[in-house]
């Protein structure tokens, strides 16, 4: 009986050895999941930082443009009235 017992305290031994191991190896690799996951945050809020100053600035020059459009506009229908105010001093 007492062999038997240091035998299967043996094999205990063992078994709680491997499973340590084990536990480490995967506290370990967590440990890199995490510096991973924390870097990989970091830089998609970066990502996400830099995409909305382009959005913005894309919004300011899709407005500007619009601005600078209708400016155009308005000031070729003033050349186009001058245009004809002058045609119409020149032939009375």
């Known amino acids: 009986g007492l062999s038997?017992?240091?035998?299967?305290r043996e094999e205990l031994s063992g078994r709680i050895r491997a499973e340590e191991a084990e536990r480490g190896r995967l506290q370990?690799?967590?440990?890199?999941?995490?510096?991973?996951?924390?870097?990989?945050s970091e830089?998609?809020?970066?990502?996400?930082?830099t995409r909305a100053h382009i959005d913005r600035t894309i919004a300011e020059m899709d407005l500007a443009s619009g601005q600078i459009l209708d400016n155009s506009q308005t000031l070729l229908d003033v050349l186009k009235?001058?245009?004809?105010?002058?045609?119409?001093?020149?032939?009375?």
């Not at 038997?4 to 299967?8: D, F, G, H, M």
């Open 81 to 92: 009235k001058e245009m004809g105010d002058l045609g119409k001093t020149i032939d009375p």
């Open 28 to 40: 370990a690799r967590i440990a890199t999941l995490s510096r991973r996951l924390s870097d990989t």
């Open 4 to 8: 038997e017992l240091r035998a299967r």
């Open 43 to 49: 830089s998609l809020a970066g990502l996400r930082s």
